[in-house]
């Protein structure tokens, strides 16, 4: 079975884009250069908008 959904890899692929072009901002407004950070957000945006994604992973403090 598979880990991600169709939605998933339409928001992963929506953001990589943009992240190529040079549009993609970060929460905190800086520009995203990395690709892994492009891939994480596509999935955040996935997850609110409901698409199967598995949960994130808890933040170590």
Not at 19 to 29: C, F, I, P
Not at 32 to 39: E, G, L, N, P
Request: glycine content about 10%.
């Amino acid at each position: 079975m598979a880990k991600y959904g169709p939605k998933a890899s339409e928001k992963v692929e929506k953001v990589v884009h943009e992240m190529k072009e040079g549009k993609l901002r970060s929460s905190s407004g800086k520009k995203v250069t990395s690709r892994k950070q492009a891939v994480a957000i596509g999935l955040s945006e996935a997850r609110e908008a409901g698409g199967k994604v598995p949960p994130a992973p808890d933040k170590k403090r």
